[in-house]
């Protein structure tokens, strides 16, 4: 047994020594290339602080900047209908006639007024009225005057607006109320969008800010509008503001009711920006991070960011301008990694 033991203890020695001897055969040079850990090769980029364009998108759905319900004050019958849905009509046009029976009978009394008012003025010359009989005659031609101005306005129906007959409830014969509408006459040039904006963005609206819509139904193309009214109060539940853009829709393409997107122009703002793929996220954490290139090595650096632009995007903290991060081949490196 003891045999054994000594030829292994022998062994082991022989072996140490035979190791010490090679690597006493190997350059310093060549010792440290073996030590040392390889660089990586990299992209990296300039951190640039720039003026961005501020934009939100919104969905709208587009409405008349002005509808007119068009009806009879005291209601009649309708005796005829002069427009259909679909009719582009002026402002002041006559779009419908009620029966004129009480405007006939007002017509009547309107004249005996007038009778009336002459012989009490001959009367009163000669001393055959006093000043106050002549006074309530000139009273109640006023009335009746009154009285047949109101019945001529609600019996031939006029539009106070150009736009286009929307809606009709009656055909000619019918019994109209004043509170269903005759017809609804719709203005769609302009045509609006109403919008509800983030209240952070409250400062920056403003009348005659531009904006763009675009609507899937008429193809790619893009409407220009204007921010028209401001709301001067903010929403304490949605912490939003409501706003008006108009569209000029000259060319009478935009309908009320057709749904798009709307893109407001809120102005330009400088950002720190870098690129996209420069942005390394922490599986599971949620949290982002860049390598940072100092002295030749990669150096972790937790950031915060904002939006994105296109294929930049911006950095709210963690970063300063003139830093140099990696910008491809960061899946690769650790921290304190060299690099090239």
């Keep these: 047994m003891k045999k054994y033991i000594t030829l292994a203890l022998a062994a082991t020695v022989s072996s140490l020594v035979m190791i010490a001897c090679g690597s006493g055969d190997k350059k310093p040079e060549q010792v440290a290339q073996t030590d040392s850990v390889e660089a990586i090769k990299v992209e990296r980029v300039r951190v640039e602080l720039d003026t961005i364009d501020i934009s939100e998108k919104f969905t709208a759905t587009l409405e008349a900047k002005v509808k007119n319900n068009i009806s009879a004050q005291t209601g009649g019958r309708l005796q005829q209908l002069l427009v259909k849905v679909g009719d582009r009509v002026g402002q002041g046009q006559v779009v419908a006639r009620l029966e004129a029976t009480q405007l006939a009978t007002a017509q009547i009394q309107l004249n005996d007024a007038k009778l009336a008012v ?3 003025s001959e009367l009163y010359k000669i001393g055959g009225v006093s000043k106050a009989q002549l006074e309530q005659a000139e009273s109640a031609l006023a009335i009746a005057q009154q009285q047949v101005n ?3 306005t609600n019996t031939s129906l006029r539009s106070p607006i150009s736009g286009i007959v929307t809606a009709k ?6 019994m109209t109320s004043p509170s269903l509408p005759v017809v ?3 203005q769609i040039s302009p045509v ?3 919008i509800h904006v983030s209240e952070a963005y409250y400062t920056q609206l403003q009348k005659g800010l531009s904006a763009s819509l675009s609507v899937e139904a008429l193809g790619e193309g893009t409407f220009d509008g204007t921010i028209a009214n401001v709301y001067p109060t903010i929403d304490s539940k949605t912490h939003t503001v409501q706003v008006e853009v108009e569209f000029a829709n000259k060319d009478m393409l935009l309908r009320p009711g057709m ?6 122009d809120l102005g330009r703002r400088a950002a720190l920006l870098v690129p996209d ?4 996220r922490i599986v599971g954490a949620g949290k982002r991070f860049v390598y940072v290139v100092h002295d030749g090595k990669a150096v972790y650096r937790e950031v915060e960011i904002g939006e994105k632009f296109g294929d930049k995007q911006e950095i709210l903290a963690g970063l300063e301008a003139g830093e140099e991060v990696v910008s491809s081949g960061a899946a690769k490196l650790s921290n304190g990694q060299a690099v090239k």
């Design 118 to 120: 002459s012989r009490m």
């Design 150 to 152: 109101n019945l001529a």
């Design 169 to 174: 409830n009656y055909d000619n014969g019918d």
């Design 184 to 186: 609804v006459i719709e």
């Design 192 to 194: 609006k969008a109403t």
């Design 259 to 264: 749904y798009g997107s709307l893109k407001l």
């Design 277 to 280: 793929k420069a942005v390394q």
